[in-house]
């Protein structure tokens, strides 16, 4: 069975960091592009970050570019979200993305609250 399970999300306060990680499992994880993504209330989802299947090439939406990292390991089936300098407006439910020819996987998400 395909699983990507997303930890990580907190409370945390405005000019904080948090590092969220998505495990995969039940497929080869180094052939997929994989994502972030985030949801806030009200909101549609949103692409926050791209890395390629060997970690080439990052991408990053504008809103979280300097102070966002993506980064896989591919030998534990992992991808994370480096995220500093948080903001309020960072508020969102954050899902990892497993993409590639054969298919797409979405997490479960993870609950990622900035607030004083």
């Known amino acids: 069975q395909v699983q990507l399970v997303e930890s990580g999300g907190d409370l945390v306060q405005p000019g904080g960091s948090l590092r969220l990680s998505c495990a995969a499992s039940g497929f080869t994880f180094s052939r997929y592009i994989m994502s972030w993504y985030r949801q806030a209330p009200g909101k549609e989802r949103e692409l926050v970050a791209t890395i390629t299947s060997a970690g080439s090439t990052l991408n990053y939406a504008d809103s979280v570019k300097g102070r966002f990292t993506i980064s896989r390991d591919n030998a534990k089936n992992t991808v994370y979200l480096q995220m500093n300098s948080l903001k309020p407006e960072d508020t969102a439910v954050y899902y990892c993305?497993?993409?590639?020819?054969?298919?797409?996987?979405w997490g479960q998400g993870t609950q990622v609250t900035v607030s004083s």
């Open positions: 993305r497993a993409l590639n020819s054969y298919g797409v996987y």
